[in-house]
Nanobody, 123 residues
C-alpha cells in the first residue's frame, strides 16, 4: 500500500502562484509514477500532471503546460505541484495519486489517491 497526503491548497488571486505538496509513504519502492489530478464542481476529474518516479519524466495537460511544474524531493519522498499564472478556471480540488503500473501511468489510471486539497482562484 501507498499513502498520499496533500497539503498547500488555499485561496489565491488570479495571476498568483501556489505550491501543492504530496507526502508519499508506505511501499514507495513499488511506485512507478505519481501525478496530480483536479476536479472542479460539476465537472469530471481531469489529469493535470504526472511524473515517473525514478527517472523524472513528466507529462502535463495542455491546459497547464508552461504554468505548472511537477517535481519530487527524493530525500523527503514528497511530490510538488508548482502552479504559476493561476487562472479562475484552475479552481478545483486537487488530488495527488500514485501507481505501480507502467500501463496505468500511461493511461492515467492511478491506483492510490490522497484526500484532496482545495485550490480557489479569485478573479
Amino acid at each position: 500500500q501507498v499513502q498520499l497526503v496533500e497539503s498547500g491548497g488555499g485561496l489565491v488571486q488570479a495571476g498568483g502562484s501556489l505550491r501543492l505538496s504530496c507526502a508519499v509513504s508506505g511501499r514507495t519502492f513499488s511506485v512507478y509514477g505519481v501525478g496530480w489530478f483536479r476536479q472542479a464542481p460539476g465537472k469530471e476529474r481531469e489529469f493535470v500532471a504526472g511524473r515517473r518516479w525514478n527517472d523524472g519524466m513528466t507529462l502535463y495537460a495542455d491546459s497547464v503546460k508552461g504554468r505548472f511544474t511537477i517535481s519530487r524531493d527524493n530525500a523527503k519522498n514528497t511530490v510538488y505541484l508548482q502552479m504559476n499564472s493561476l487562472k479562475p478556471e484552475d479552481t478545483a480540488v486537487y488530488y495527488c495519486a500514485a501507481t505501480w503500473s507502467p500501463r496505468a501511468f500511461s493511461n492515467r489510471e492511478y491506483d492510490y489517491w490522497g484526500q484532496g486539497t482545495q485550490v480557489t482562484i479569485s478573479s
